[in-house]
């Protein structure tokens, strides 16, 4: 069985400093993989998708980053982090594009 | 740009009575979009709880169903007789198939809570 996997659980940063958020999927080979993040009060914004290793494409301008250094492996980072960045964030997978399947997402506070 | 709206919540109901949850959407880039309910339930990650990807076709789950309506471009989430346990966040999702990008237009999410 698939499993997803993403950390930390939660994160309290402070304005300014670096982030690295993970995520790995097991039991599914070559998935599409993506980045979501969700405001307080707001609703859920895809911000990467990648379909192979070493290939991440953008969605939304946060002055955020991702990469996929292996097949099974999604990093959301930042050098600098702002209040706006903080939120929930959400790991998928899925298998051409239909529907997608989410970790237990990493929540973060910036201050 | 693609759009979701759903009923804003919280919505509260006792057990045992029915349940509707209003999703209309606006599909501008997508030329066959596939709709989705998504469901966090208290503690959990989010679950997909059923999708339909043809319209005119209902989808259900868990007593839960969804029928898209292309000429009103809805897709309401309907319940019979609801339980405490159907307290969650609900979400409905519209995507497309087969794209690679993948992406997946949420509305706001609805609350939905169920009373003893």
């Known amino acids: 069985a698939q499993t997803i996997h993403q950390w930390p659980v939660a994160e309290i940063k402070a304005v300014g400093s670096p982030l690295s958020l993970g995520c790995t999927i097991k039991?599914?080979?070559?998935?599409?993989l993506y980045w979501y993040w969700q405001a307080t009060g707001g609703t859920l914004q895809q911000l990467f998708y990648?379909?192979?290793?070493?290939?991440v494409e953008s969605v939304v301008q946060l002055n955020l980053s991702a990469s996929r250094p292996k097949d099974d492996q999604f990093i959301l980072s930042t050098e600098k982090l702002l209040l706006s960045h903080s939120g929930f964030y959400l790991c998928?997978?899925?298998?051409?594009?239909?529907?997608?399947?989410f970790g237990p997402g990493t929540r973060l506070t910036v201050l | 740009g693609d759009s979701v709206t759903q009923t804003e919540g919280p919505v509260t109901v006792s057990e045992s009575e029915s349940l509707i949850i209003n999703c209309t959407y606006s599909?501008?880039?997508?030329?066959?979009?596939?709709l989705f309910w998504y469901v966090r339930y208290p503690g959990e990650g989010l679950q997909l709880l059923l999708k339909?990807?043809?319209?005119?076709q209902k989808g259900s789950s868990r007593g839960f169903e969804a029928t898209y309506n292309k000429e009103t471009t809805s897709f309401h989430l309907q319940k019979a007789s609801v339980q405490e346990s159907d307290s969650a966040v609900y979400y409905c999702?519209?995507?497309?198939?087969?794209?690679?990008?993948?992406?997946?237009?949420f509305g706001h999410g609805t609350i939905l809570r169920v009373h003893p």
């Open positions: 039991g599914k080979s070559s998935p599409n």
């Open positions: 599909a501008t880039s997508i030329a066959y979009p596939n």
């Open positions: 998928a997978w899925s298998l051409w594009g239909v529907e997608q399947y």
């Open positions: 990648s379909i192979t290793v070493g290939q």
């Open positions: 999702a519209l995507g497309e198939t087969g794209a690679n990008t993948g992406k997946l237009t």
């Open positions: 339909v990807i043809t319209a005119g």
